[in-house]
């Protein structure tokens, strides 16, 4: 994985700001370490759980939402393909990630984002030295934001899920195969900071 710094993180309209490092003095010290770092999520959480499974919410196509749509040089309302997953640490969602595909790119290399099925996205971004990540971003998503709403639908159908607080941090970041993007979206869920540090 070759990290990539050249690439204007997104700084659309201001209330979509994705900031390029966590105001610390805004977050709990504890899930700094989980927004920054830029190695593989999936191996971060399977190395703090026993069990680790991925629920696929939904994989389809979906109109991108204004700062995705900036991100991925797309029209606000444009078709992408979707894939929204829980990451599952023992029993407990930890995770609720979106990721998005330009229509144009899933005929290219990302062939792989249609057959992943339930296995996790990261261990395919990860083993192919082809792919590099571009710089993480990150930022807040309260009950303005329908990517909020989603990731509480998706709990709330989880059986013994806790209510969300009123925003969650998210990150996110572009990976890039052969200049075609691939975007990846992770809301960290209140249960992340309950696994071993
Ligand atoms: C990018 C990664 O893949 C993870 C797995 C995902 C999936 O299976 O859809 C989506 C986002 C990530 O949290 C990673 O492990 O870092």
Redesign the pocket.
Known sequence: MRPLTAFPLHTGPRYETWLAHPPRVLLPPALLPWLKDA?????RIRARCTRFE?RVLCQRLARVRRDEAWLLGLRVGELAWL?E?L?VADGRPV?F?R?LLPRRNLRGAWNLFHG?GA?????A??SDPAIARLPLACRRLDGRDARYHRAAAALARQSRAPALPRALWARRSV?LLRGRALM?S?AFLPAILELRK
């Open positions: 190695g593989s999520l999936t191996a991925v894939r997953v990451l995770v990630a990721s992943i296995r996790p996205l990261g261990a971004l990860f990976f990846v992770e």
